[in-house]
């Protein structure tokens, strides 16, 4: 499921594309939320944001940094990637595919 914000500045063009979300990809993407100023929007971003950093401060300061520092810094991208392929239903070239096996096992080694 893809969670989306929506943002624009006229009202009836938020309900019209959450309208269209709604018949067409009801099972796919949920919207999560919906701004009408760019003001209100990064608001909620930096709240998500803060939110987050909390989660990390807490991860540090009551795990081992050993382990933390290379999930949070190499995980984050590797786990984008493989969701972004999965989404978009690509396979990607060896080159690629051999570069996020080779950080997933530096994730490993690392934390080790």
Do not use: W
Not at 43 to 71: D, T, W
């Amino acid at each position: 499921m893809i969670k989306a914000v929506i943002i624009d500045d006229e009202q009836h063009c938020i309900n019209r594309l959450e309208k269209m979300l709604g018949d067409y990809c009801a099972d796919s993407v949920q919207v999560c939320a919906s701004f009408q100023s760019v003001k209100d929007s990064l608001a909620g971003i930096q709240i998500l944001n803060s939110i987050g950093a909390l989660f990390i401060v807490y991860a540090f300061r009551y795990g081992r940094a050993i382990i933390v520092s290379p999930l949070t810094n190499a995980g984050a991208p590797v786990i984008t990637i493989i969701l972004s392929l999965l989404i978009y239903g690509v396979f990607p070239h060896s080159v690629v595919l051999s570069g996020m096996i080779l950080a997933v096992i530096a994730i490993f080694l690392l934390a080790d």
